[in-house]
C-alpha cells in the first residue's frame, strides 16, 4: 500500500477533469479522469473555499460526524477496463466497515475529513514518472509551438498575395 496525496484538478487536451495524485517527495503521479461536478467538488477544497451551502461531500463529512462516524482511509485498490475502483474505511463504535466507492468520491471525501488515501496492487503499477515526462512534455511542446509558428507563418504569406 502506498500513501498518495491529491495535487490538483486539472482537464486534458479535450477539456475532460482529471485529478492527479501525487506519491509524496517523488516524481510519481497517478491521474485519473472523474466528473465535471467531482472535480469541481475537489478543486474547492484544494483551495480552501468553502461553498454558502453544503455540497454533497461537505454533507456526508456532516452526516458521518454527527453520528460519530471516523473516515480512517481511502483506497484505490483496482484498475480493471480502464475504470478505477476505491474503497472508503469507515470506523464506528470500534468496527471497521468497507464502503465500495468511486475514486472521485473518495478522494473529495478523504480531502474533507483529512483521511490518507492509498493507492495498491496494480494501480500502483500505473503510477507515472514524471521526470521523464517533463523532458517529453518539453520537446512536444516546442515541437507544437514550431508547428503553430510555421502555420502562422504560412496564413500570413497567404495574405500578403
Known amino acids: 500500500m502506498l500513501e498518495v496525496k491529491v495535487e490538483t484538478v486539472a482537464q486534458d487536451l479535450f477539456n475532460r477533469p482529471v485529478v492527479i495524485l501525487r506519491e509524496p517527495e517523488s516524481n510519481r503521479v497517478l491521474p485519473i479522469w472523474i466528473g465535471q461536478a467531482e472535480a469541481w467538488a475537489i478543486a474547492l477544497e484544494l483551495r480552501g473555499e468553502k461553498p454558502p451551502r453544503p455540497l ?17 482511509k ?7 477496463d480502464s475504470t478505477y475502483y476505491a474503497t472508503i474505511y469507515l470506523e464506528h463504535e470500534g468496527k471497521l466497515h468497507e464502503i465500495d466507492s468511486r475514486p472521485s468520491d473518495a478522494l473529495a471525501l478523504a480531502l474533507r475529513t483529512g483521511a490518507p488515501i492509498y493507492i495498491t496492487g496494480n494501480v500502483i503499477e ?22 503553430l509558428m510555421q502555420q502562422l507563418e504560412e496564413e500570413l504569406g497567404e495574405e500578403a498575395h
Open 56 to 72: 454533497t461531500h461537505d454533507l456526508m463529512r456532516n452526516m458521518l460526524e454527527q453520528l460519530g462516524v471516523r473516515v480512517v
Open 126 to 147: 500505473s503510477l507515472m514518472d514524471l521526470s521523464m515526462e517533463d523532458e517529453e512534455s518539453e520537446r512536444n511542446e516546442l515541437e507544437r509551438f514550431r508547428r
Open 74 to 80: 481511502v483506497v484505490i485498490h483496482d484498475l480493471i
